[in-house]
Every structure is written in C-alpha cells, then in structure tokens.
C-alpha cells in the first residue's frame, strides 16, 4: 500500500475543487485510487488541513459506540461517518459494526496487541523470590534418599524380570 504525504494528498484536493476535473480524472492522472481521493477530499472538507496528516488513534468502546449510533441515527455510511469523525483507517467503523452485532458492546473494547502469554499462574502460586529453607533433618533427608535408591533397583529388577518373560515367550513361539 503506498502511503501519500500531506503535500500530495492537498495537491490533489485543491486541483479537484479548482475544478481540473473530476475525481476519476484526477485519480488517474496522478496513479491513486478514486476511492482513495473521495476520501481525502471528504476529510479535507470535513476537517481542513488536519485531516491530512497523519494520526494515531485507540478508540475506546464508548467512543466507537457513540461513532455506530451516530452512523446509524444519521444514515451514514461508514466512510462518512469516518470523515465525520477523523477515523483514518479506512475499514474500521466496518469491522466495529461487525464486532457489535456479532458480540455486543462488550466486543468493541480495544483487545491487547501482540501474542498472547503463554501460562499464566495462579496467583497463590506466584514465587516469592526466597525459596523456603527445606525444615527436614540430615537424618531424614538420607532415609528418603536410600528408599528412593531401593525403589530405583525394584522397578529396574522388575523391567528386568518382565523383559526376560517376554524374550522366553518369543523363543516359545518360533520353535
């Protein structure tokens, strides 16, 4: 998508209301979209100059509400209604009218940006940062760690011993 500076977009606008011709005309001449220059030209109208630059806008969910019923109570398009009130983007009082009707008002609040976090936890599960100092004696710590051990060589003799069953049944099966 090209992006057009101010003085390109005025140019153009003054050239249509000076009466060079019409908007196909002028779209042509200068290799922009109709669509594009009905839109500049409707903003300019609207708002002067200011309405060519640039802008960067978060609309919250009231303010994109009031912008649909104003839509709506006026028999708007969407494209004037965003000349009315300074939208630049250009599908976005669209996409918010779908977002109403398929959600409610509470589809229209802005979402955050950006991927989402992968895990959240719970807050009682939150690190404190200190570790809490493991309260077992010596004593125990060593009694847990030899049935740990004995528990290791149980499981390791018992997939011994099962493996063993298997390796007899294969050899009973092939005589």
């Known amino acids: ?6 003085q390109f977009k005025l140019k153009l606008v003054k050239e249509y209301q000076a009466g060079a011709g ?8 200068h290799g922009v ?7 500049w030209i409707a903003v ?8 060519l630059r640039k802008k ?8 994109r509400m009031s912008v649909l019923s104003h839509m709506w109570r006026e028999n708007l398009s969407c494209q004037q209604a965003a000349a009315v009130f300074d939208i630049r983007a250009q ?19 802005p979402r955050p940006r950006g991927r989402p976090r992968k895990m959240t936890r719970p807050d009682h599960e939150k690190p404190t940062g200190k570790t809490a100092p493991d309260e077992r004696t010596r004593e ?5 760690n030899e049935y740990l051990r004995a528990e290791v060589a149980y499981l390791k003799k ?15 099966k092939r005589k």
């Open 44 to 51: 300019y109208e609207q708002h002067g100059r200011e309405g």
């Open 22 to 29: 019409g908007v196909r005309t002028i779209a042509q001449r």
């Open 91 to 109: 599908g976005a009082i669209a996409k918010w009218e779908r977002q109403y009707h398929a959600g409610g008002i509470d589809a229209l609040a």
């Open 140 to 144: 125990q710590l060593l009694k847990e």
């Open 158 to 172: 018992l997939d011994a011993l099962l493996q063993a069953k298997r390796q007899a049944a294969q050899k009973k």
């Open 56 to 63: 960067y806008s978060h609309y919250d969910a009231q303010f």
């Open 1 to 6: 998508m090209a992006k057009y500076g101010e």
């Open 33 to 39: 979209g109709c669509t594009v220059l009905r839109r």
